[in-house]
T-cell receptor
Framework: DVKVTQSSRYLVKRTGEKVFLECVQD?????MFWYRQDPGLGLRLIYF???????EKGDIPEGYSVSREKKERFSLILESASTNQTSMYLC????????????FGPGTRLLVL | AQSVTQPDIHITVSEGASLELRCNYS??????LFWYVQSPGQGLQLLLKYFSGDTLVQGIKGFEAEFKRSQSSFNLRKPSVHWSDAAEYFCAVGALRDDKIIFGKGTRLHILP
């Protein structure tokens, strides 16, 4: 079974804090993704990584950065958290190719006060 | 550019009734099409996908979807819903040379006992 784990289910941070969200997959997938999910907006891609140290901006990268030092781990970084980054964050992994299934972690619900 | 429209934000059906969730896509070539389900507090799980061949696709949990090129649609159906089907459903579209997929905004399904 493919397993994607995220470091926290719930997180509460203060405005201006640096926030790290960690994602680990155990299926040796090349691709990893970070999405943000907000009510009425669906899933929006923040960043995509297609290999170690390789990344590509998604639709809403502003205010975020990512790190992929090892194949199985993909981190999302909020350099200076703001209240408008309060959201559900979902990580996914997949094999390369547009028809491949994406496997999702359970999500991290982040509240920025 | 690809896009996905799910016209219904919420749908309510009675347990045991049939279900159809609508999805329309915009893409120039043959798309890769997906339906994912998100149960409360969980990540997304693939229900089914279409990329070629038979236009009626069977998925998990008794779901099926039909690709209709002439209508640019990929509607999800189930003949008889169960209370456990209450969840949010996302349609998504992918493309041949792109590892990223585009998600619709989702349809939340409510089940009446």
């Amino acid at each position: 079974d493919v397993k994607v784990t995220q470091s926290s289910r719930y997180l509460v941070k203060r405005t201006g804090e640096k926030v790290f969200l960690e994602c680990v997959q155990d299926m040796d997938h090349e691709n990893m993704f970070w999405y943000r999910q907000d009510p009425g907006l669906g899933l929006r891609l923040i960043y995509f990584s297609y290999d170690v140290k390789m990344k590509e901006k998604g639709d809403i990268p502003e205010g975020y950065s990512v790190s992929r030092e090892k194949k199985e781990r993909f981190s999302l970084i909020l350099e200076s958290a703001s209240t408008n980054q309060t959201s559900m964050y979902l990580c996914a992994s997949a094999e390369p190719g547009g028809r491949e299934t994406q496997y999702f972690g359970p999500g991290t619900r982040l509240l920025v006060l | 550019a690809q896009s996905v429209t799910q016209p219904d934000i919420h749908i309510t059906v009675s347990e045991g009734a049939s279900l159809e969730l609508r999805c329309n896509y915009s893409y120039g070539a043959t798309p890769y099409l997906f339906w994912y389900v998100q149960s409360p507090g969980q990540g997304l799980q693939l229900l089914l996908k279409y990329f070629s061949g038979d236009t009626l696709v069977q998925g998990i949990k008794g779901f099926e979807a039909e690709f209709k090129r002439s209508q640019s649609s990929f509607n999800l159906r189930k003949p008889s819903v169960h209370w456990s089907d209450a969840a949010e459903y996302f349609c998504a579209v992918g493309a041949l040379r792109d590892d990223k997929i585009i998600f619709g905004k989702g349809t939340r399904l409510h089940i009446l006992p």
